[in-house]
């Protein structure tokens, strides 16, 4: 079944404690990105990938870190999170860029940081 | 920023009427996308529709888009209990492929 998995799907920890949230396409997809997503706020990209080894900044890529280096993972790191990390964040593939082509989401991760 | 603002935030109609949804956005574009969201999960692309197309149907779908106006409207017949979810706007901000900008959102719920 095509799909994009993430995890953990939710995730409890603390301020400073560095995480990782994993994401994974079997679609064999060019582009990834990250989102999260906060109520009022709506949805809002914080890094993508237009392929392996080429990653960039979306609108809010403060306190994070991605790396791609196979195709199908595009994991999302929080080096040391903070309370206004909290969010439900979204992992989403396409075949090629945003242009024209649909963007898979995955399931969601909602992260609290105490 | 946000490109698109979804009009009406939250709307509520019975099973079985239409719902009508609208989008705003601020930059020219090359193609716009619907997305739904069913609470707390991910998103699922409903229809993207192209800069030189003005209508186009999926189902019970219909998407207008008014380029002159930076406009375009998703609208549900006959809806279903099942359609209750958030439906989502999304655009190309800068045409260059690399992101998309999402709406607010408009959360409809559909009354049994």
């Known amino acids: 079944e095509a799909q994009v998995t993430q995890n953990p799907r939710y995730l409890i920890t603390v301020t400073g404690k560095k995480l990782t949230v994993t994401c994974s396409q079997n679609m064999n997809h060019e582009y990834m990105s990250w989102y999260r997503q906060d109520p009022g706020l709506g949805l809002r990209q914080i890094y993508y990938s237009m392929n392996v080894e080429v990653t960039d900044k979306g609108d809010v890529p403060e306190g994070y870190k991605v790396s791609r280096k196979e195709k199908r993972n595009f994991p999302l790191i929080l080096e040391s999170p903070s309370p206004n990390q909290t969010s439900l964040y979204f992992c989403a593939s396409s075949l090629g860029g945003t242009g024209y082509n649909e963007q898979y989401f995955g399931p969601g991760t909602r992260l609290t940081v105490t | 920023s946000q490109q698109g603002e979804e009009d009406p935030q939250a709307l509520s109609i019975q099973e079985g009427e239409n719902a009508t949804m609208n989008c705003s956005y601020k930059?020219?574009?090359?193609?716009l996308q619907w997305y739904r969201q069913n609470s707390g999960r991910g998103l699922v692309h409903l229809i993207l529709?192209?800069?030189?197309?003005r209508e186009k149907h999926s189902g019970r779908l219909r998407v207008t888009l008014d380029t002159s106006k930076k406009s375009s409207s998703l609208l549900i017949t006959a809806s279903r209990a099942a359609d209750t979810a958030s439906y989502f706007c999304a655009t190309d901000p800068n045409n260059a492929g690399n992101m998309l900008t999402f709406g607010g959102g408009t959360r409809l719920m559909v009354k049994p």
């Open positions: 529709i192209r800069s030189n197309e």
């Open positions: 930059t020219s574009i090359n193609n």
